[in-house]
């Protein structure tokens, strides 16, 4: 959502207010400025914002002393958003539980919510870099494959699936999980396609450093979760945590894909190992960072479905982790 501020004279206030209030708007309010103008703000949607702003510049250019800004919002609340008013103490006293600095509860559920969304821009980033992770291993270019993960957004979605599962909100746990099983398919796609037009790049380091699991892969998925979780609970840039989460995500995904795309099960076997365990490491690793931080909600139904959540992802992705740590033993066993 976006403020739009707008300051119209007030000889063209009644044609102009008639006309804004005909857009969709979140929420309008209207005050006296000056003796010469007054001031319109309008709440909207982002997807909104540019067809207003489209109108508002062509009446700038005929209008003197009118001006609109436009300002960000990184929370809104009334009656609309939420069913019950939550007091200002509860929110204190939520801060005092805190034990890592973050961002507010509704600024992080925003965010979240954001993350969640599968868009054109997220889907062409994962394509791109799901191009250029494939050439890099196929070149066995380290720099070329760290390019990749640069642009690689996949910190979102799966960073989202821990936020979602403290909070208990299984409609936003199913829209992240749902965005980030579509980007694993997009690297999966482009990478089996390649895979299956060349076995180039199938006998080098790149490529087989990522058909290996191990047991020290989970402390690097754990690390990169907690790093992905601190960096969303300060609002931080993600460029370099999601370089981080991009090592366990995109070239495991990458390796997978070529596997299969070249026939080769085995080491397909091997990719799809290394992918599961980081992503379930990085979930455990960001849940437990979330809960840490005493985030919590404070609607009574909320917080109910929150207490029952919370323990039970801990225990569900924990059970997966010490299964497949298992299953990696016995496979190093075999070998």
């Known amino acids: 959502m976006q403020l739009i501020e707008v300051y119209i004279p007030d000889k063209h206030f009644e044609s102009i207010n008639e006309k804004l209030q005909q857009y969709d708007h979140r929420s309008y309010w209207i005050s006296s400025e000056s003796e010469e103008r007054m001031l319109v703000r309008m709440l ?13 510049e062509g009446v700038s250019n005929v209008v003197e002393g009118f001006e609109t800004m436009l300002i960000p919002v990184q929370t809104y609340l009334s009656k609309e958003t939420i069913n019950e008013s939550v007091e200002e103490e509860g929110e204190e006293q939520e801060a005092e539980k805190a034990k890592l ?28 870099s799901a191009i ?13 494959v760290i390019g990749a993960m640069v642009i690689a957004p996949m910190i979102g979605p799966v960073i989202s699936i821990a936020f979602s599962a403290i909070l208990g909100d299984y409609k936003l746990l199913g829209k992240s999980a749902l965005s980030s099983l579509y980007s694993v398919l997009i690297v999966l796609a482009i990478s089996i396609l390649f895979g299956y037009v060349t076995d180039a790049g199938m006998e080098n380091s790149q490529y087989l450093d990522r058909t290996k699991v191990t047991l020290i892969d989970i402390p690097l998925g754990v690390a990169s979760g907690a790093a992905g979780a601190l960096a969303f609970l300060n ?6 945590v999601g370089v981080m989460v991009a090592v366990a995500l995109l070239p495991p995904s990458v390796a997978l894909g070529m596997s299969i ?27 437990m960072i979330f809960s840490i931080s005493g985030i919590r909600p404070v609607r009574w139904q ?12 801990i225990v569900f992705v924990s059970i997966i982790i010490l299964v ?12």
């Open 101 to 128: 600095l973050r961002a507010s509860r509704h600024e992080l559920m925003n965010a979240a919510e954001k993350n969640s969304r599968i868009s054109w821009n997220y889907s062409l980033l994962i394509v791109l």
């Open 132 to 144: 250029v992770a494939t050439v890099g291993i196929i070149k066995d270019s380290e720099a070329v």
């Open 235 to 240: 609002r931080l840039s993600g460029n370099l």
């Open 302 to 313: 909320e917080v109910q479905r929150a207490n029952v959540s919370r323990p039970l992802s």
């Open 261 to 287: 795309g070249d026939g080769e099960f085995v080491s397909a076997y091997g990719a799809f190992l290394l992918v599961t365990v980081n992503i379930m490491s990085i979930i455990l690793a960001a849940v």
């Open 44 to 56: 909207a949607d982002t997807s909104d914002v540019e067809e207003i702003l489209n109108y508002l």
């Open 324 to 335: 497949l740590a298992i299953v990696i033993l016995e496979g190093q066993k075999i070998i």
